[in-house]
């Protein structure tokens, strides 16, 4: 392990293409600090150096060099420095489709989630590791192969084995939610506001913001730049100009973009844009 007085800020992101274009981030921070945000995916990563503070729902986490770190997908969480030096730590975001073939092959009925963000587990903190820092060697098979069986050995563990309740349902705030979506992912680039969302739903602007709050656990305003973050993922994968994403996806400029970019995603929108052409 580093010596944490001695980490730098760096970031890089980089895909596996034979594990579903799995998403992998290598980063050391001192001063950036995520934003409250949520992932469609899984994330899993290992602290190497330096603490990392983070929030999950209602809970604060702290993990020390070797903790392995896990949020489920939809889970609203944050991220910054739990020691003045900052952290460095080594990430991945399983999609569904990679997560559903790990829970085939441990035959569970349901994809696996998580109820502790913190997983003490040093030895498969260090299997992570070497098969994150492997991905990007040579030998591809080796490394996809590592992955999956790092990934399996700690679903094996920790993971429930069932399906998080989203919410999904159709009445009350899960159904109204369902609704939201839709209105705020029709058009990114056009401003929404509280009351068309509660005139769509039928209920007060105050409901609305309940809704929110009670079903994934954030405001509305951080929904919707989740989304916009999404899209605008989606679009630079398309090779769309970076200004020309910002204004597709509701951002005032490409400046105001690669601010809620970093908060959420760790790397600016041109660093994605790097590892994703790669």
């Known amino acids: 392990m580093r010596n944490a007085s001695n980490l730098r800020e760096t970031a890089r992101l980089t895909r596996h293409p034979a ?3 799995l998403e992998m981030l290598a980063a050391t921070y001192r001063d950036h600090a995520y934003a409250l945000h949520t992932h469609p995916t899984w994330v899993f990563g290992v602290v190497t150096a330096g603490v990392e503070r983070f929030r999950v729902g209602r809970t604060d986490n702290l993990a020390a060099p070797g903790s392995i770190l896990v949020v489920n997908p939809e889970e609203p969480h944050d991220g910054e420095k739990g ?9 991945c975001y399983p999609s569904p489709g990679l997560m559903r073939e790990v829970a085939d092959e441990l035959e569970l009925a349901d994809l696996p989630m998580f109820s502790s963000a913190v997983l003490p587990a040093p030895d498969l903190a ?13 030998g591809a098979v080796e490394s996809e192969a590592a992955m999956l ?53 039928g209920v007060t602007r105050f409901q609305v913001i309940r ?23 989606d679009l630079i994968g398309e090779g769309l100009p970076l200004a020309a ?34």
């Not at 020691?83 to 990430?91: H, I, L, P």
């Not at 260090?126 to 040579?138: D, I, K, P, Q, T």
């Not at 109204?176 to 068309?196: F, G, H, K, N």
């Open 19 to 21: 594990l579903d274009g």
């Open 83 to 91: 020691c003045e030096a900052g952290w460095s730590y080594r990430t």
């Open 126 to 138: 260090r299997s992570f590791l070497v098969a994150h820092a492997g991905a990007g060697a040579e």
């Open 149 to 201: 069986v790092a990934l399996a050995a700690i679903v094996r563990r920790f993971g429930d084995g069932r399906a998080q309740d989203t919410g999904a349902g159709p009445a009350g705030s899960a159904g109204r939610l369902a609704l939201y979506d839709d209105l705020v992912t029709a058009d990114l680039a056009v401003p929404l506001r509280l009351s068309a969302l509660a005139a769509a739903a």
């Open 211 to 233: 809704d929110f709050k009670r079903t994934v656990g954030t405001t509305p305003g951080r929904y919707v730049r989740d989304r916009r973050v999404r899209r605008a993922c």
């Open 245 to 278: 994403v910002a204004a597709e996806t509701g951002f005032a400029d490409q400046s105001h973009m690669t601010r809620a970019f970093k908060t959420v995603k760790g790397v600016t929108p041109a660093a994605y844009r790097a590892a994703t052409a790669g």
